[in-house]
């Protein structure tokens, strides 16, 4: 907990998920890079104590999905949201950024939102999905931010009829992924690969990629394994090669839980250099098949919930598709098979449409087409270049401003 003699910081960057805090870290790096001065603290995990920041709130563990999950554990983030609501009025910040998990974070805006009127400004940075569901949710959000930066080129719009004031800076998966026409292979690293995980370059890889999270795994894994069972012989490969299936491990979760269901091999942390050498997926929904479809992989996007957050998403959504490169492209460019649907009969059936033929080759143009929908890669430096447009004070030391008043955009004595 921050104790009351806690020093005022220029910025308070709050996360709550392991991307967020990765996103937060890269962030807090430039702004470190252009402004020394800068005292930063924040709520956050590894990657933004690896910058030497303070982080006063611990947000190692929260990272939970459905509905059920989040009531189970609902008195812990009541008291997590006290502990930051105290920390970030102790630190009183010139800037308050949160960054995604918005049912969380949002509600730290509310909370805090008396210190705007002292002169703090107020940015959320991964808009939420309001174009899936809640779309009335986009009034509330405009009016609590003085700027959302925005991922995805159809956002803007959706706050901005509400008077909100959001900007698209791109996705920053553009940096992580390089776009699959114009890489250049890298034979020694190639090399390496294949031997450490006995594959020949006339092997074809299966991803399978069964979710970061225990449950997920224990609902999709089998499905795919049966799958593999159902078709794989079936799969073609080059003269030579082999077809060869190899689940993307999560390095959160036990090895024990994947041989539970399957003996294919597992690689662990490591799902991008698979993206690299994977010629088809089987992918559970979320950000995993949005990298996927910019690495140009075909794959199918599955999901299986427990059966109340299945309920509530189903009378809830207000979009044709639930996996983002669908969103992103605006049409069903990758097949979705979720709940009811994710059977492996049917993913099989999809499976082998996409490995060969004039289908592989239509998703492939698709898949192209979204990664040049998301704009260009640079999307964390353009953050910090919005933050500084917000809150341009933060170039100077705080006290500190070029016509001696004190600095911040209310300067009575705000930051006395």
Request: contains cysteine.
């Amino acid at each position: 907990m921050v104790g009351p003699q806690v020093p005022r910081c220029d910025i308070f960057i709050l996360v709550g998920e392991p991307s967020g805090d990765a996103y937060a870290a890269s962030i807090i790096t430039a702004l470190q890079e252009r402004f020394p001065h800068l005292v930063i603290a924040g709520a956050g995990s590894h990657a933004m104590r690896a910058t030497g920041i303070d982080v006063d709130v611990a947000m190692d563990d929260y990272a939970v999905m459905g509905l059920l999950a989040v009531l189970r554990r609902l008195g812990e983030f009541r008291r997590l949201g006290t502990q930051v609501r105290e920390a970030i009025r102790a630190r009183s910040p010139r800037l308050l950024l949160t960054i995604d998990y918005p049912g969380f974070n949002l509600r730290m805006h509310a909370a805090v939102r008396g210190l705007r009127s002292q002169g703090m400004v107020s940015c959320h940075m991964v808009a939420p999905q309001v174009w899936a569901w809640k779309p009335r949710r986009a009034k509330k959000v405009a009016a609590l931010v003085d700027r959302l930066l925005c991922f995805f080129p159809f956002e803007p719009p959706l706050f901005e009829r509400h008077g909100g004031d959001a900007q698209f800076i791109g996705h920053p998966l553009l940096d992580a992924i390089p776009d699959p026409s114009q890489v250049i292979r890298d034979e020694s690293t190639d090399t390496w690969w294949y031997e450490q995980y006995h594959l020949r370059p006339q092997d074809r890889v299966l991803l399978l990629a069964p979710g970061s999270r225990e449950h997920e795994v224990s609902r999709l894994l089998p499905v795919f394994d049966e799958v593999w069972s159902l078709i794989g012989h079936r799969l073609g490969a080059p003269e030579g090669g082999r077809v060869v299936p190899i689940i993307a491990k999560s390095p959160h979760l036990d090895h024990s839980l994947y041989r539970r269901f399957t003996h294919h091999q597992l690689i662990e942390g490591s799902y991008r250099h698979l993206l690299r050498r994977a010629h088809a997926g089987l992918i559970a929904s979320g950000t995993a098949t949005l990298e996927a479809a910019l690495a140009g992989v075909p794959h199918i996007i599955a999901y299986r919930g427990d059966y109340l957050t299945a309920r509530v998403v189903r009378y809830l959504i207000r979009t044709q598709h639930v996996g983002l490169p669908n969103i992103v492209a605006n049409h069903r460019i990758v097949p979705e098979l979720l709940q009811d649907q994710c059977e492996p009969v049917r993913m099989a059936a999809h499976l082998e449409r996409l490995w060969d033929g004039a289908h592989r080759q239509q998703c492939c143009q698709d898949l192209a087409d979204v990664r040049r929908r998301l704009g260009s890669p640079g999307a964390l430096l353009r953050a910090v270049d919005a933050l500084i447009d917000i809150c341009p004070d933060l170039s100077m030391p705080r006290g500190a401003s070029t016509d001696g008043a004190p600095s911040g955009p209310n300067r009575a004595d705000s930051w006395a």
